[in-house]
């Protein structure tokens, strides 16, 4: 068996910009996640193909992986003709993965791509990828369901009355207004601050401004909802059946609180989530997918927040998507999650005991590659 693993920074997505302009987090987070399924994926055993940029100067793999692990360069490719190139390498495997950030539409592009090209993707559908891959969208789903989400909207139309209307529901005093303000498809905490009333009313006076209205029209504004953010992941099957897997912490650099941390720098995660007591209901967490117009399958996760004083969980946006969750999970299972994952995928009935996980923490370190890389030979 043969599968193709395509990660959009170490894939080739940002050859069209310097590598010292690669963010050094993302990079990080993008070869932890590849290395990961590689790796894993490859122990079954499987053939896996994975497309590299070189210039990125990732160290190489050890002699053993190199033999079980095909990398292809995709330094001589154009932007513009990236995913035919993916499909290229897709063609000659059974099946395909794309990790790939929701911004810019790049994960919705890739997936209709290579489906396009007959590829048979290990990924949710171009629908679930669609609603999921904006904010906005999501929260109208998530609100019109019933399903507890923080009120969302656009950033020209966080007015004084809309906020006012906001935190009088949630009666939360003038002093707390803290206000969370993000692009609608951003992904992997890219763009997000936290600002006070006279902050968000300075930045909404700049959207006017011709020179940065374009960059700000499409960002939405959430209040701040105070509590412990985790994250809930799943691998869904051949049929949409959803897998969850135990809540881990999203870990933030910083202090405590919104204006303290930095919730732009995602450092890693935990297991058991501290201050959590137990993960959301299965029914809950299904019904926050299925808004999304179903198709779902391998991995995807929700972020969430955990409400100690009322024990309530409430969903902050849901990823379509492999995150890096995936690597902390993968390295607290007592087996190999990425067989799990595939096997799911292909139809085949799996059962993961969340007993199998053990304690564990992940971090990004942006100093120290967490699995070497090299290029084998071409077959």
Not at 202 to 219: F, G, I, K, N, P
Request: with cysteine; proline share 6%.
């Amino acid at each position: 068996m043969k599968i193709a693993i395509f990660e959009w920074i170490c894939g080739g997505g940002l050859l069209a910009i310097r590598p010292q302009q690669v963010s050094a987090s993302l990079l990080t987070e993008g070869w932890a996640m590849l290395s990961t399924l590689a790796l894993q994926l490859s122990e079954i055993p499987f053939e896996v193909v994975i497309a590299m940029d070189p210039r990125l100067g990732l160290p190489p793999l050890p002699d053993q992986l190199a033999q079980r692990i095909k990398i292809v360069d995709v330094d001589q490719v154009s932007s513009g003709s990236l995913f035919d190139f993916w499909a290229n390498i897709a063609s000659n495997c059974d099946f395909a993965l794309i990790i790939a950030p929701e911004t810019d539409g790049v994960l919705l592009e890739a997936t209709r791509a290579l489906r396009v090209h007959g590829i048979r993707l290990l990924n949710c559908s171009e629908t679930l990828i669609d609603l999921a891959s904006s904010k906005l969208k999501t929260a109208n789903c998530l609100h019109a369901h019933g399903l507890s989400h923080p009120p969302t909207c656009k950033l020209h139309a966080a007015d004084q009355p809309w906020r006012a209307s906001v935190h009088e529901q949630a009666t939360l005093s003038v002093e707390n207004r803290i206000w969370i303000v993000k692009p609608d498809d951003g992904a992997g905490g890219q763009g997000i601050v936290a600002l006070n009333d006279k902050q968000l009313d300075q930045l909404r006076a700049t959207e006017t401004q011709s020179s940065t209205q374009s960059s700000l029209q499409s960002w939405i504004v959430q209040p701040y909802v105070p509590g412990l953010p985790a994250s809930c992941s799943a691998i869904a099957d051949l049929h949409g059946r959803l897998h969850w897997l135990p809540p881990v912490s999203q870990d933030f650099a910083g202090g405590a609180g919104p204006l303290a941390c930095d919730l732009s720098q995602y450092i890693g995660c935990t297991m058991p989530a501290a201050g959590i007591p137990a993960a959301p209901g299965i029914d809950w967490l299904d019904a926050a997918v299925a808004v999304l117009g179903g198709g779902a399958l391998g991995w995807l996760s929700i972020d969430l927040v955990y409400l100690p004083e009322r024990h309530a969980w409430t969903v902050i946006e849901i990823n379509p998507r492999c995150t890096t969750s995936l690597v902390g999970l993968s390295r607290a299972y007592q087996g190999n999650l990425s067989a799990e994952l595939f096997g799911a995928a292909c139809g085949e009935a799996i059962s993961i005991d969340v007993e199998r996980f053990r304690a564990t923490q992940f971090r990004v370190d942006t100093h120290r590659p967490l699995v070497h890389c090299q290029k084998s030979k071409r077959g």
